[in-house]
């Protein structure tokens, strides 16, 4: 019976230990189902099993659809950063990007819930930077915080992967497609990549590179050329000041002009500089190199 006993005993202790270890590596696997690649950090558990499937399953289509990653991260514990800290070494020690190369800059943009600031963050990289400029972000953090206030995340975080979508692509659309080569072959910050091909300086013989424009200037000058010859070439009036003149009749009245004083006027001349014109967000560099724009609201 004490045999027995002893048998029971270790039968529990064996099956104590294998039951957790079960349990992991079934978690373990569904995470390699979902891919190498994760789209969503609920760190704050503000979403149920069904809901973070479906945001993943959403997050990595649109991710596909436009070549920049969506992702949501959620947390309580910042360990004392700001959001615009957080998020981008969040993101910079994830690598998180599209791209699967070795790039430096990575194309994501990003939805903080953080609970321990009382806001909601958007975190852009790479290409997105340029796709989603700075009101395209106040126009998502409208639709996203329809639903805030009701502290409804998944709705917002919909929100949040349905708006932006549909900003990239209408901004592809607009003016960025123009850059997208460009981009797949460029490794560096989208700060270097904005000064070289968006927001570039050029001198004054830049808009000669055309051969368009070069043909309309031609077209111009020599139009004004040829006008101003035509009326040179005109008949001169042989008419002068005594053709119509009374010689008999002339008076001359003599004046005099007094000078008293100079008054001088000054005016301002405005002198303000704008910017470079171009397209894409404003950015900064994170602490670790990167470029990242975004934005942010209280909740």
């Known amino acids: 019976?004490?045999?027995?006993?002893?048998?029971?005993?270790?039968?529990?202790?064996?099956?104590?230990?294998?039951?957790?270890?079960a349990k992991q590596e079934e978690t373990k696997a569904y995470g390699d189902s979902q891919g190498d690649k994760q789209y969503v950090y609920d760190m704050s558990e503000i979403f149920s099993d069904e809901e973070m499937e479906e945001l993943t399953a959403l997050c990595k289509k649109k991710s596909q659809k436009q070549k920049i990653d969506f992702a949501i991260v959620s947390t309580n514990d910042t360990g004392g950063k700001s959001p615009v800290t957080y998020s981008d070494d969040f993101m910079d020690e994830n690598r998180m990007g599209y791209e699967d190369d070795g790039r430096w800059d990575k194309s994501c943009v990003l939805l903080l819930f953080d609970f321990e600031n009382r806001e909601v963050y958007i975190n852009t990289t790479g290409i997105a930077i340029l796709c989603v400029e700075d009101d395209d972000i106040e126009t998502i953090l409208d639709d996203v915080f329809e639903y805030i206030p009701h502290k409804d995340y998944y709705n917002a975080a919909l929100e949040f992967l349905d708006t932006t979508d549909s900003i990239i692509s209408s901004n592809k659309k607009k003016y960025a497609n123009?850059?997208?080569?460009?981009?797949?072959?460029?490794?560096?910050?989208?700060?270097?990549?904005?000064?070289?091909?968006?927001?570039?300086?050029?001198?004054?013989?830049?808009?000669?590179?055309?051969?368009?424009r070069?043909?309309?200037?031609?077209?111009?000058?020599?139009?004004?050329?040829v006008t101003v010859m035509t009326i040179n070439n005109k008949a001169k009036m042989t008419a002068n000041r005594f053709t119509y003149m009374n010689k008999r009749n002339l008076k001359v009245h003599v004046a005099n002009d007094l000078y008293l004083r100079t008054t001088t006027r000054r005016y301002k001349i405005s002198s303000e500089s704008s910017g470079g014109g171009g397209h894409g967000g404003s950015f900064h560099s994170s602490g670790g190199g990167h470029s990242h724009g975004g934005g942010g609201r209280h909740m």
């Open 1 to 21: 019976m004490t045999s027995l006993r002893k048998s029971f005993i270790i039968l529990f202790i064996v099956v104590g230990l294998v039951i957790p270890l």
């Open 178 to 212: 123009q850059y997208l080569d460009a981009w797949e072959e460029f490794n560096g910050t989208y700060e270097e990549f904005d000064r070289t091909y968006v927001n570039v300086t050029h001198n004054v013989f830049y808009s000669l590179r055309s051969p368009v």
């Open 214 to 225: 070069c043909l309309l200037i031609s077209i111009v000058v020599a139009g004004i050329a």
